[in-house]
């Protein structure tokens, strides 16, 4: 079945800990997306990448970042310097950039 | 700038009623697309329509219905004969161009047996 997969389901993160959101897809897209929810909230932009090896901020990039090495993969890692990261994060690809995008199962993190 | 908005936070009806739930966008580009998410509880969004701004023709899915007007910056959403399945936050999108997709803010829909 082609779709995206999210992991871990539930993260906790100690004080001052990185700790990193696995996304993957194989669905042959090549853009994807990771966004963060806050309750009775909409989604908001973390990053985004077009293509392989390259990404860009969205509206809230400060406390996070990504690499993009692989296609299928988009990993985030939330950062010490992201002071409120309690959240759930949401990954998402599209076949191009601008294209519909489907989204994973998401990960909710939690601070200790 | 784009901005969506969905002024409905909460609805509650019963169980075979109709329901419609509204967006309103607002963008100054002439082509541009608008989306219908669904979130139920398990969290997932899950994509329901797509609808580009040169196609004004109202959409029918099953129980699922769409009215796009451009006259009025709006693309609502019925739901006819409602079940306690639907119950879910719903989000309307907007993208266009080169810019980046903006989501409102979500309408949650509760389903009363």
């Not at chain 1, 997306?33 to 969205?58: A, E, M, T």
């Not at chain 1, 309690?86 to 995008?101: D, R």
């Not at chain 2, 219905?65 to 309307?92: E, G, L, P, R």
């Amino acid at each position: 079945d082609g779709g995206i997969t999210q992991s871990p389901k539930y993260l906790f993160r100690k004080e001052g800990q990185n700790v990193t959101l696995s996304c993957e897809q194989n669905l042959n897209h090549d853009a994807m997306y990771w966004y963060r929810q806050d309750p009775g909230q909409g989604l908001r932009l973390i990053y985004y990448s077009h293509i392989v090896n390259d990404f860009q901020k969205g509206d809230i990039a400060e406390g996070y970042s990504v690499s993009r090495e692989k296609k299928e993969s988009f990993p985030l890692t939330v950062t010490s310097a992201q002071k409120n990261p309690t959240a759930f994060y949401l990954c998402a690809s599209s076949a191009v950039w601008q294209e519909t995008q489907y989204f994973g199962p998401g990960t909710r993190l939690l601070v200790l | 700038a784009q901005k969506v908005t969905q002024a409905q936070t909460e609805i509650s009806v019963v169980e075979k009623e109709d329901v419609t739930l509204d967006c309103v966008y607002e963008t100054r580009d002439t082509t541009y697309y608008l989306f219908w998410y669904k979130q139920p509880p398990s969290g997932e969004l899950v994509f329901l329509i797509r609808r580009n701004s040169f196609d004004e023709q109202n959409e029918i899915s099953g129980r699922y219905s769409w009215n796009f007007q451009k006259s009025t910056s709006s693309f609502n959403f019925t739901i006819t004969a409602s079940q306690v399945v639907d119950s879910a936050v719903y989000f309307c999108a907007l993208n266009h161009r080169d810019d980046k997709i903006i989501f409102g803010k979500g309408t949650r829909l509760h389903i009363l047996p």
